[in-house]
């Protein structure tokens, strides 16, 4: 059985104006563009600009991004903070050797390499090792708290961007 609804000229009007604005795409791409905001990027006068976790999560296109707007594009205006005392302090990415690659790689963004911190020189290093330059998977997830957002960490941020130029 059908049943009809009366629906005044003003709802009718609001939905056809809702209804112009939507364009046709998967569920997975509708449920991650309402989960997704904008990341927070902090810009005070007299203070460098930074790229930090705000609850949403971040992509690689908001690394690349917050690059391009705040640091001229170039990465090595870029320097990376670990936002913990000790590297030891991350709670994922040591499944690897102590020495071996992945934690070479995972201490590299969360310290630097011989005390430089600069994304671009630390990017340089890792993909002489494998790591992507365009997909940083490793910052992604010290950005976001993990490699997934069913890792019991996801939201905690243990690294931030920060334009140093």
Request: net charge positive.
């Amino acid at each position: 059985m059908t049943k009809v609804v009366q629906i005044n000229k003003e709802t009718l009007d609001f939905l056809k104006k809702d209804a112009t604005k939507t364009t046709k795409a998967s569920s997975k791409k509708i449920v991650k563009a309402v989960a997704k905001k904008k990341p927070t990027k902090i810009k005070l006068s007299g203070f460098p600009a930074e790229l930090l976790l705000n609850g949403e999560e971040l992509t690689y296109d908001d690394i690349t991004n917050f690059v391009r707007a705040e640091a001229g594009g170039n990465e090595n205006n870029v320097e990376i903070q670990c936002l913990v005392p000790s590297p030891e302090d991350v709670p994922f990415g040591w499944g690897g050797k102590k020495g071996g690659v992945r934690h070479f790689i995972q201490s590299s963004f969360l310290t630097g390499i011989n005390g430089d911190k600069r994304l671009g020189f630390i990017l340089n290093q890792c993909a002489k090792l494998g790591h992507s330059r365009k997909k940083p998977n490793v910052l992604l997830a010290l950005l976001n708290g993990g490699y997934s957002p069913s890792s019991k960490y996801w939201g905690t941020p243990y690294v931030k961007l920060i334009v140093n130029k």
